[in-house]
């Protein structure tokens, strides 16, 4: 019996894991210098974090699993894996025993392509198992073009949650997004301070135009061009000229509704 | 030689890679759930109701579609076959989903959600889970995105209003980096159920014959139920964009801006509103009502003949339509609709009347909704 449950043991253990990384939504928490394919020899017989992949499961909770490996040196090298939650950082659990570990392994490699992630274990007789997951919902956003949805644009079309053994009651999460405050800051001399978040706005977003390309945006609703409210953006080209706006020497890059005027405040321009 | 895909070894394996190859078939399903419809219709009065009043765009991305198709109100054997390896793979939806006791008491096979997730980018998706018959311990949940909606603004200089003789190029603006999306239907009586429904409302309409017909809210819940799909109600601004078609469209900076009277012929005169002004016994042909459903003619909706140059439906005609006026606010409503026959002035583009926000029985008032997606 013990030995049945043993073998059980072993087989969970040494299973390919990475069939449900195929729902990843990314590959984060990524080897700042490791490259693709690389074989991994440096430093030896230390800890390190490989990478990490975020996922959901069924019920929309968002997990991550740590990759680590200990590099090979005095001692063989090990691969383990640890599942996390989401807003964890894998180092801090680095140094504990790992859900599922290979040991023994005399190599290791690993590359992370657009929609491929592929591992590489070599084991002490020189036998390799490679696996390769395809990631069916890391997206690159495309260009759009005419006819293409807002969810086109946005996401892959399906999106893949963790698969799972037996019965199981659906109860999917409620989104627990907050609305952020500014969800995209970018300065007065029109640098982006840090990228936009503004997609993770639940209510959408809107923006102050600022002369810029790309303007300051909130996460909420207002109505622009009102009494007291930030005027609308009319944009940058229809004025046909290669210029740089300012709000004071020209303020045609936004507009207010009838009755009112553009006023600026800095380079933002308000509604009176 | 063809080379053989190697069968995975393991059944978790082998159950993505049945999913990966079914993926196009469940997209075509979902998105195009239309095509799946035979003449006769469909089996499924408790969950929807085929009309030949509505178009067939009603059953794309629609859940009500998914049910009646899982459960069997299309074909008997609903499964999805799949070949590979060498055998046949058959996948089914789950009914893993709790019932919507004002609606049906029975297990559904979706769940709507309102996103974004951390990570997860949509704002409307619907949550369903597959199985394969020859892989019976797996399940796969998935979420299908909304592809139908709406449909994106391509970035170019646009007019604003009808064009005014003497008053120069009149208002013109660009939407250049900016990732507009607008509706392509005024939101339905269905839609709003689910809105309704996810924010634990009661009262929803339970007629079926009436999902597909535009909801009549008003304006203070239109701009709440397109905030909360993270969306705006459409400015006048972007339905002029819509369904004023430019002179060339590979020209995206034109030097003159053309602003044409109606969406299909730059000349009113030319058409058939033009030719009811001059002619009181001007009879409608089925064309005419295609292009413009006025008085006289037979309701329908949904249906995707009077399209404009971009994929918006409904740019003159059919219902009232309210819109958010940032340049006049006080022409909030494009009021070319059905209810005025054929010879009326106010069946041209850029030509817009007030409105109160209130409903009112003897002028309903529909809505769509336009998203900004961050670039």
């Avoid at chain 1, 696996?131 to 079309?157: G, H, I, Q, T």
């Avoid at chain 2, 890679?17 to 979902?30: D, F, G, H, M, N």
């Amino acid at each position: 019996m013990m030995m049945i449950f043993l073998i059980f043991i072993s087989n969970i253990l040494l299973a390919d894991p990475t069939w449900k990384w195929t729902n990843a939504i990314d590959v984060v928490e990524k080897h700042e210098f490791y490259h693709n394919n690389e074989i991994i020899q440096k430093p030896k017989d230390v800890w390190q974090t490989l990478f990490a992949v975020r996922y959901h499961d069924s019920n929309l909770k968002a997990f991550k699993d740590c990759v680590f490996y200990k590099v090979p040196g005095q001692e063989a090298g090990v691969l383990k894996i640890k599942t996390i939650a989401e807003n964890l950082k894998c180092e801090q659990v680095m140094y504990r025993p790992g859900d599922q570990e290979w040991n023994n392994l005399k190599a290791f490699q690993f590359s992370i392509q657009k929609n491929l992630l592929s591992l590489s274990l070599t084991d002490e007789k020189f036998e390799i198992t490679r696996w390769d997951v395809p990631l069916f919902n890391v997206f690159e956003k495309p260009v759009p073009k005419n006819l293409m949805s807002s969810a086109e644009y946005r996401s892959a079309r399906i999106l893949f949650l963790k698969p799972y053994k037996g019965k199981l009651v659906i109860r999917p999460e409620k989104s627990k997004i907050q609305n952020l405050k500014q969800c995209h800051m970018i300065a007065e001399d029109c640098s982006e301070i840090s990228p936009s978040r503004c997609h993770l706005c639940p209510q959408g977003w809107y923006e102050i135009p600022n002369g810029c390309g790309q303007g300051p945006k909130f996460c909420g609703t207002i109505t622009c061009g009102t009494k007291g409210a930030p005027a609308c953006r009319r944009g940058y080209v229809w004025q046909r000229k290669e210029q740089s706006f300012n709000c004071r020497e020209d303020s045609s890059f936004a507009y207010c509704g009838k009755g009112l005027q553009v006023q600026c405040e800095g380079n933002l321009p308000y509604c009176i | 030689m063809e080379s053989k895909a190697l069968r995975p070894e393991t059944p978790e394996k082998l159950f993505a890679q049945v999913i990966l190859s079914a993926q196009p078939k469940i997209q075509q399903l979902w998105e195009e759930g239309d095509r799946f419809i035979k003449k006769d219709g469909l089996n499924c009065p408790e969950e929807i109701i085929f009309d030949t009043k509505v178009g067939r765009s009603y059953y794309q991305c629609q859940p009500h579609f998914w049910q009646c198709y899982w459960s069997g109100g299309l074909k008997k054997d609903p499964s999805i076959k799949i070949d590979l390896f060498g055998q046949a793979f058959h996948l089914r939806a789950k009914p893993s989903f709790v019932p919507q006791p004002i609606l049906s008491s029975e297990p559904r096979y979706y769940e709507i959600l309102k996103g974004p997730y951390e990570g997860l980018n949509f704002h409307y998706g619907m949550l369903v889970e597959f199985t394969i018959d020859e892989v019976p311990e797996l399940t796969w949940p998935m979420i299908l995105t909304d592809t139908c909606r709406d449909v994106y603004l391509p970035e170019r200089i646009y007019p604003y209003g009808k064009s005014e003789a003497k008053k120069g190029e009149g208002v013109i603006w660009d939407n250049f980096g900016r990732r507009l999306f607008l509706d392509k239907f005024y939101v339905s009586n269905q839609q709003v159920n689910v809105w309704k429904m996810l924010n634990g409302r009661k009262d929803i309409e339970l007629d079926r014959k009436k999902w597909p017909v535009p909801a009549l809210l008003n304006l203070p819940e239109q701009k709440a139920y397109c905030s909360f799909w993270g969306k705006r109600l459409l400015d006048a601004n972007l339905f002029d964009a819509a369904s004023m078609t430019p002179v060339d469209q590979k020209m995206s900076k034109p030097d003159r801006v053309a602003r044409p009277q109606t969406p299909w012929q730059r000349d009113l005169s030319k058409t058939f509103l033009g030719m009811a002004r001059i002619n009181e016994d001007y009879q409608l042909t089925p064309l005419d009502c295609v292009l413009a459903q006025v008085e006289g003619c037979s309701e329908r909706y949904y249906s995707t003949d009077s399209v404009t140059w971009m994929g918006m439906n409904f740019p003159l005609g059919f219902y009232p339509e309210s819109l958010n006026n940032t340049i006049e606010p006080e022409k909030n409503l494009k009021a070319s609709s059905r209810f005025h026959p054929p010879s009326s002035e106010l069946h041209e583009l850029g030509i817009r009347t007030n409105w109160d926000g209130i409903q009112d029985s003897k002028l309903p008032v529909a809505f769509r909704c336009y998203e900004e997606v961050s670039p």
